[in-house]
């Protein structure tokens, strides 16, 4: 690296000084709900407990959906209940409906992740109800949630880029079924982009959108990389102010009800990505990455992964042995 690069890196970095993100690692449930292999519950545990110990802010754990439309995560309670607890971490889980509800609350769960899809046809396909069926479903569990005193119940919106069914998808639609979750007591929503259709200038336009009809309300967004744009999108949702962000370790995930479906941003590049820039995403990439490396043996089937291959920004190589011959000493 010359001076003049090292120079201007340390400028740009000064720049984001103060700046954090928080990254809910959601490989453990949308990373394991589509792989074929399975996963038994003691390594879902120790997955759940070593991703603890990186830094989240947040795990989504698991899915309390039916077992039939969910086989890989039919063991939802007993993983919930068998990991470890790190203080400050917030353990949330998937819940589709009021049955969902129970199942997460019988075994502690701090936080509900409710979903339904922006589009009607994903939502039918995914959840086998219409969208207004949904939405009255997410209402029950809402009164339901505020009944055990104050439980934070985020929504995330499938589809909220695009759908694999119907095509483009009207911002207005999601706006407006962010409203009237809202005025039901949802206290943030995630925009998701289940089959990476979304486009960076379309995230940012719906993230700003997001904040001027709910002023204050925590906007996430969860994006996937099937067609490589998920870490500009990533970039984009940021520098409209957007701070949270859903990721998998090793770019896991998918839905199973979405055709095309393939992995989340990859979390370790997200980290990597933002920690070059200087923001502080509060996770440790090292034991990350032991993780990640784990991945393939654990799901049966390999994952390539080119920040492991090429290491990190800053991971050189020695020189060729002939230079020294050809340029000796210091010259
Ligand atoms: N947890 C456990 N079991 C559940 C359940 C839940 N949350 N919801 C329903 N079930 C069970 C019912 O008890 C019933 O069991 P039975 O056949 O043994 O009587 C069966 O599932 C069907 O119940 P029903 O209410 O008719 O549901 P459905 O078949 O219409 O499916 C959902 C609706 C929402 C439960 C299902 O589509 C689902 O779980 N989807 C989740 C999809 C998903 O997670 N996608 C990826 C993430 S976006
Ligand atoms: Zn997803």
Redesign the pocket.
């Known amino acids: 690296m010359t001076q003049k690069e090292s120079a201007s890196e340390s400028i740009s970095r000064a720049a984001y000084k103060s700046a954090y993100i928080q990254i809910n690692e959601v490989g453990p449930r949308?990373g394991l709900?589509i792989e074929k292999a399975m996963v038994d519950t003691d390594a879902k545990v120790a997955l759940v407990d070593a991703l603890s110990e990186c830094g989240f802010a947040r795990i989504e754990v698991t899915?309390?959906?039916?077992?039939?439309?969910?086989p890989a995560l039919a063991d939802a309670q007993e993983v919930m209940r068998r990991i470890r607890r790190k203080p400050g971490v917030i353990y949330t889980a998937?819940?589709?409906?009021v049955?969902?509800l129970e199942?997460a609350l019988e075994v502690g769960t701090d936080e509900l992740n409710l979903?339904m899809s922006s589009s009607e046809t994903h939502n039918r396909a995914?959840?086998?109800?219409t969208r207004e069926q949904s939405l009255a479903e997410l209402k029950s569990i809402l009164r339901a949630a505020a009944e055990q005193g104050p439980l934070p119940c985020n929504v995330?919106l499938?589809t909220a880029f695009g759908c694999p069914f119907d095509g483009d998808v009207a911002p207005t639609q999601v706006l407006d079924l962010a409203l009237r979750l809202a005025e039901a007591g949802a206290t943030g929503f995630t925009l998701c982009d289940?089959t990476g259709m979304a486009y960076p200038t379309q995230v940012a336009e719906l993230c700003q959108r997001m904040e001027t009809v709910l002023p204050g309300l925590p906007v996430t967004i969860h994006l996937h990389n099937t067609r490589g744009m998920a870490l500009a999108n990533a970039l984009a949702a940021w520098q409209v102010g957007v701070t949270r962000f859903d990721a998998a370790a090793g770019g896991l995930g998918g839905?199973?009800?979405a055709p095309g479906a393939s992995g989340n941003v990859n979390t370790e590049e997200l980290v990597h990505m933002f920690e070059c820039m200087g923001v502080d995403t509060g996770v440790a990439l090292a034991p990350l990455m032991d993780i990640v490396r784990g991945l393939p043996a654990l799901v049966q089937r390999a994952l390539p992964n080119p920040l492991l291959a090429a290491g990190t920004r800053l991971h050189t190589h020695p020189a060729p042995a002939w230079l020294a011959e050809k340029f000796p000493a210091a010259s």
Do not use: E, H, W
Request: charged fraction near 20%.
């Open positions: 949308d709900q899915s309390f959906t039916s077992p039939k439309a969910i998937l819940v589709p409906n049955r969902g199942r979903v995914n959840l086998r109800m995330s499938s289940t839905c199973p009800y």
